[in-house]
């Protein structure tokens, strides 16, 4: 008697591609980026190789060494 064919599964959500996919959200949600507003109160956000953005995250990094060294972290 001949076997039948194996009936496919249906696609697991939580596989491998899933779990990549998950470290990549968090990976992107931890980069630092940098939002202005505009006049009318409009937030834009920066492109990260934009010379005013790579200014801007200098500032808050010297601004942020300055705080640490003044409460002794």
Do not use: C, I, K, N
Request: glycine share 6%; proline share 10%.
């Amino acid at each position: 008697m001949a076997r039948l064919p194996r009936r496919p599964s249906a696609p697991r959500p939580y596989g491998m591609g899933a779990v990549a996919a998950g470290w990549t959200r968090r990976r992107e949600a931890r980069a630092p980026r940098v939002t202005v507003r505009d006049a009318s109160g409009q937030p834009r956000q920066l492109a990260a190789d934009d010379p005013r953005s790579q200014a801007l995250l200098s500032a808050a990094e010297h601004v942020l060494l300055a705080a640490q060294r003044a409460s002794g972290a």
